[in-house]
């Protein structure tokens, strides 16, 4: 973990690195035309919708459905989400450069 995780709440962290989690396996699915392995689409398909869910449960812990505050600061979240991502190159490709995870 970086010096970011030291700022935040342990679930500001779980959802950074679920939403991280989105990104890395989106990148997989779409780049499904480098594998010749319908396995690994539907592998990684169905990571990407675990991921998903768990962004979802995460929010929904923190009461955040129907438009509540969820007690989840984003700014921390999406700057962690931005440094962690770049491992990943979906992550690269949305936020550039590499970052260290």
Same mark, same amino acid.
């Given at each position: 973990?970086?010096?970011?995780?030291?700022?935040? $709440?342990?679930?500001?962290?779980? *959802?950074?690195? !679920? *939403?991280?989690?989105?990104?890395?396996? $989106?990148?997989?699915? *779409?780049?499904?035309?480098?594998? &010749?392995? /319908? +396995?690994?689409?539907?592998?990684?398909?169905?990571?990407?919708? &675990?991921? @998903? @869910? %768990?962004?979802?449960?995460?929010? &929904? !812990?923190?009461d955040g459905h129907a438009g509540r505050d969820t007690g989840i600061r984003l700014r921390p979240v999406a700057k962690a989400? %931005? +440094?962690? !991502?770049?491992?990943? /190159?979906?992550?690269?490709? *949305?936020?550039?450069?590499?970052? %260290?995870?």
């Amino acid at each position: 973990m970086s010096d970011l995780a030291a700022d935040m $709440t342990a679930r500001e962290i779980q *959802l950074a690195e !679920a *939403l991280v989690q989105v990104i890395d396996y $989106t990148g997989r699915v *779409l780049l499904v035309g480098m594998s &010749d392995s /319908p +396995h690994y689409l539907w592998d990684k398909s169905s990571d990407l919708a &675990d991921a @998903a @869910a %768990r962004v979802a449960e995460l929010l &929904d !812990a923190a009461d955040g459905h129907a438009g509540r505050d969820t007690g989840i600061r984003l700014r921390p979240v999406a700057k962690a989400v %931005r +440094h962690w !991502a770049k491992s990943y /190159p979906a992550g690269v490709a *949305l936020f550039g450069g590499r970052g %260290r995870r």
